[in-house]
């Protein structure tokens, strides 16, 4: 299987900030790459696929970059509604597998 | 709209049947542009991909259920389900239903795959 690693495992963060998560792939898996955020409670939400591609709907600040292994998700300016645990995923090859997720806290 | 609703039984006696189903609305179920799938989450866990079903036919699973995962369609209800046999507390989780969808890659043979619609979830505890 592949493995999916993201860092760091959390951070505080204030509004205003720009956050950078990373996820490291333990092959080389192209584009293959999604990224979720899920809030307490609630099912996940996707935000980007294909590396970079941005889902409809999903605000602009949102923007991820990579391939081959080492991949990233950015939000240029973190907003209220945006603490929450984000997850990498890799589709390049079942089983289909998830990072750790990384949680956003507000500092 | 699409829609997604989980249900099942929220307690699974150990080495019994766990038997879920995600009832869809607001699309087809046989709709080649989707696929459709199962993804749990142990409490305060991450996310852990179970299977999926494209066209009505073709599965693929997680290996890490060790063969114990039926993903099936019901076209004529507009269901998915999911059974997982010998269930033990390990299998005790969130479980999701999802919409996939499948994008052409520009210039290739080949798709991207990703989830675009969840379900709310339904959690399963598997105890005596």
């Known amino acids: 299987d592949i493995q999916m690693t993201q860092s760091p495992f959390s951070l505080s963060a204030s509004v205003g900030d720009r956050v950078t998560i990373t996820c490291r792939a333990s092959?080389?898996?192209?584009?293959?790459l999604n990224w979720y955020q899920q809030k307490p409670g609630k099912a996940p939400k996707v935000l980007i696929y294909?590396?970079?591609s941005l889902q409809g709907g999903v605000p602009s600040r949102f923007s991820g970059s990579g391939s081959g292994t080492d991949f990233s998700l950015t939000i240029s300016s973190l907003q209220p509604e945006d603490f929450a645990t984000y997850y990498c995923q890799q589709s390049y090859i079942t089983p289909w597998t998830f990072g750790q997720g990384t949680k956003v806290e507000i500092k | 709209q699409v829609e997604l609703q989980e249900s099942g039984p929220g307690l699974v006696k150990p080495s019994q049947t766990l038997s879920l189903t995600c009832t869809v609305s607001g699309d087809s179920i046989s709709s080649v542009d989707h696929y459709w799938t199962w993804i749990r989450q142990p409490p305060g866990k991450g996310l852990e991909w179970i299977a999926y079903i494209y066209d009505s036919r073709s599965t693929y699973y997680n290996p890490s259920l060790n063969s114990r995962a039926t993903i099936s369609v019901d076209t004529s209800k507009k269901q998915l389900s999911l059974k997982l046999r010998s269930a033990t507390a390990a299998d005790t989780a969130v479980y999701y239903c999802a919409r996939g969808s499948i994008i052409p890659r520009p210039d290739s043979v080949y798709y991207y795959y990703y989830m675009d619609v969840w379900g709310k979830g339904t959690t399963v505890t598997v105890s005596s």
């Open positions: 294909a590396a970079s």
């Open positions: 092959q080389n898996i192209d584009n293959y």
